[in-house]
């Protein structure tokens, strides 16, 4: 059970802020598509991949090095030792971000070029300072993730969304009066100030931390390393994670580009081919909502299973990993499931526009993707980095493959995009499987694991259509508006997790102790007959 907990309490944590986070992400995209348009939206969208991608190499490896390294350290009480190896790579990422945020600045018209879209420039240059703040941010985020103290992370990625919107909001609505180029432009500067606020926060946490005795506490053991070995073994752990961060987000730039260009291949301008982009872009970002959630998760697990493994109790890691993938599936199956059963109807409560449909035929990919996550991060904690960049690179060229010839079908087009993703993630997740199952020898069923959430999402899907469908179907005129509309999904979705709940419990697929794990508060709320289900 503290095996569970060392996971659940962290995973709960970060889960609540990304789950706080993506919806004021959600709310925010109503206010940028009334402000800039569908053409302005999918400039902003591609302005914004570019930025992702730039940012993975600057965060992704250092960060995550970090958190495994302390957590190795801390695992051993070589408690200064591990302080110590946060500040030289704090110095790290501070040479790094400095240098591509000035790359990102000066390449911003040619990349905007190279990605089909001229009007993303100025967007791409006023988010070039984030990198560098960012980068500053990452380095505090992935200590104390190493310490498994995920409070620090969760507070200021609050901070950070809720100053982002203030800003992108302000300055979108004050700047697109001039041009859509400024109005995207003014809708990026947020996510500089949200860092910058979130990074003095996190520096004063950091500050009163150390000051207290928590960084360097009694049971601190005089550690092995020198200075020499600490750079040397960040390095050697930041340079495979960075790979595999650029090769998967780099996979995504390429399929932005990839995408835009073969809309106008397939007949479209370049305009309406930024509207279906946007499109595109909408229903990912409710599929994101999810994977925040699996994301921070993933976040939680490597650093316990890699205190496990730095003392070389292996049975205790696959039992972490196991239950991590039970997790896992427990909140993404009956995710992919209701979001896509009920996609007309978060769109017409978001006020998304048009596009749902890609929804309805995207959501299931989301299974895959957190699969591929949690798949990705246990690779990371075992040491087998370039596993996972073989197979995302694999992925890569897939997804690149098929939307080259998918999109460009006139009777396909943007839905080439998603079997373009379907097909490359069962790729990524049979080839990650194979190498934790036969070559690290790691006991793991994702049948096993899934079959149960899946029944129950059945269940859950039949409960929500009957409760959703049969009035629109019957009573049009009164379910039609925007306020039925928001009562209709809400006690559809309420139905909905009620019976998944329900089912689990029956076909002990949730206990007593799965709840526990992440707060023992949850179980007390239960109605009665729920509580004798739960073992």
């Not at 969760?154 to 109005?183: D, N, R």
């Not at 370039?386 to 997804?399: H, P």
Request: charged share 10%.
């Amino acid at each position: 059970m503290s095996n569970e907990k060392s996971i659940g309490k962290g995973f709960a944590v970060l889960s609540f802020a990304g789950i706080v986070v993506k919806l004021i992400s959600l709310l925010f995209v109503p206010f940028m598509l009334n402000i800039l348009g569908d053409e302005g939206y999918g400039i902003y969208s591609i302005t914004y991949q570019v930025f992702s991608f730039i940012y993975i190499i600057a965060n992704s490896g250092v960060p995550v090095a970090i958190s495994k390294f302390v957590s190795e350290l801390s695992g051993k009480s070589y408690h200064r030792a591990a302080l110590r190896s946060f500040k030289i790579a704090r110095s790290l990422l501070i040479l790094i971000g400095f240098i591509l945020s000035v790359i990102m600045a000066a390449c911003s018209k040619l990349i905007a070029s190279a990605m089909h879209t001229e009007k993303a420039w100025l967007g791409i240059l006023v988010l070039s300072p984030c990198v560098f703040i960012t980068s500053v941010l990452s380095a505090y985020r992935g200590y104390f993730q190493g310490r498994q103290q995920m409070n620090p992370t969760a507070v200021t990625q609050i901070i950070e969304q809720i100053v982002h919107i203030i800003f992108s909001i302000t300055f979108a609505s004050l700047w697109i009066k001039s041009s859509i180029e400024a109005g995207v432009a003014g809708g990026s500067i947020g996510t500089s100030a949200g860092a910058l606020a979130a990074l003095i926060v996190i520096i004063a946490i950091f500050n009163r931390y150390v000051k207290n005795g928590f960084a360097v506490t009694g049971d601190s053991v005089r550690s092995p390393y020198t200075y020499k070995q600490l750079i040397t073994t960040i390095i050697k752990y930041s340079v495979p994670i960075t790979i595999c961060s650029a090769v998967q987000y780099g996979g995504n730039l390429i399929d932005a580009w990839n995408t835009k260009g073969r809309l106008i291949a397939s007949g479209l301008s370049e305009q309406n081919s930024s509207v279906l982009y946007g499109y595109l872009s909408k229903s990912q970002q409710l599929i994101n909502v999810p994977v925040s959630l699996i994301i921070a998760l993933a976040v939680a697990m490597l650093p316990a299973v890699t205190s496990s493994l730095a003392v070389r109790d292996r049975k205790t890691a696959s039992d972490k990993i196991n239950y991590s993938f039970r997790l896992c599936y427990l909140i993404s199956v009956p995710f992919a499931f209701g979001m896509a059963i009920l996609h007309g109807g978060i769109f017409q409560i978001l006020k998304y526009g048009s596009g749902s449909e890609l929804l309805l035929y995207g959501a299931l990919t989301l299974i895959l993707l957190a699969t591929s996550q949690i798949q990705t991060s246990i690779l990371q904690s075992l040491n087998r980095l370039y596993y996972a960049v073989f197979s995302l690179a694999v992925g890569v060229v897939i997804k690149i493959a098929a939307n080259y010839i998918l999109i460009a079908i006139p009777s396909i087009r943007i839905y080439g995009a998603i079997i373009g993703t379907f097909i490359s993630m069962t790729a990524v997740v049979l080839i990650n499987q194979y190498m934790i199952n036969q070559k690290e020898r790691i006991r793991l069923s994702i049948p096993k694991l899934i079959w149960k959430p899946i029944a129950a999402s059945l269940y859950m899907s039949a409960a929500v259509c009957i409760v959703y469908y049969l009035p629109k179907r019957f009573l049009p005129g009164i379910f039609s508006g925007y306020a039925a509309n928001l009562v209709l999904t809400g006690i559809s979705a309420l139905v909905g997790v009620f019976v998944y709940f329900v089912v689990m419990a029956k076909i002990k697929g949730l206990s007593k102790n799965d709840l526990d794990s992440v707060s023992s508060k949850i179980y007390r709320f239960l109605p009665e007959f729920m509580k004798n289900m739960l073992t």
